[in-house]
C-alpha cells in the first residue's frame, strides 16, 4: 500500500516536498520510484531509486528533483525543486516496476 503526502499549489520556481508512507511489503528488497500523471496521457516515471540508492530521473527534471529513501520508517521522497507549469499532474509512488496496487496520488499544480 501506498500513501502519498505533501503536494500543493505553488508558484514557478518554488519548491515542494513529496512524502510517500510504504507497507505491505519488505520495502529494502524493492526498487521505488515516482510517477506522474496528466488527464488524458499515460503515467510517466519521474524518479526512481534502487535499494542500494542508485537513482534515475526523468531528462525533464534532472537537476530540479532528487528522490531519497527511508528504509527504517519505509518511506519514499521527492524533493521538487525549480517546479515548473509542466510539473502540474498527480504524482504517485510505486514499486519499480510498477506493481497494480496504486494510492490516491497528490496533486502538484504549478502556476503564476
Known amino acids: 500500500q501506498f500513501v502519498e503526502s505533501g503536494g500543493g499549489s505553488v508558484q514557478p520556481g518554488e519548491s515542494l516536498r513529496l512524502s510517500c508512507t510504504v507497507s505491505?511489503?519488505?520495502?529494502?528488497?524493492?526498487?521505488m520510484a515516482w510517477y506522474r500523471q496528466v488527464p488524458g496521457k499515460q503515467r510517466e516515471l519521474v524518479a526512481g531509486?534502487?535499494?542500494?540508492?542508485?537513482?534515475k530521473y526523468l531528462d525533464s527534471v534532472k537537476d530540479r528533483f532528487i528522490i531519497s529513501r527511508d528504509d527504517a520508517k519505509k518511506m519514499v521522497y521527492l524533493q521538487m525543486n525549480g517546479l515548473k507549469p509542466e510539473d502540474t499532474a498527480v504524482y504517485f509512488c510505486?514499486?519499480?516496476?510498477?506493481?497494480?496496487?496504486w494510492g490516491q496520488g497528490t496533486q502538484v499544480t504549478v502556476s503564476s
Open positions: 510505486n514499486l519499480r516496476p510498477y506493481s497494480a496496487s
Open positions: 505491505g511489503i519488505i520495502f529494502g528488497d524493492y526498487s
Open positions: 531509486i534502487t535499494n542500494d540508492g542508485t537513482t
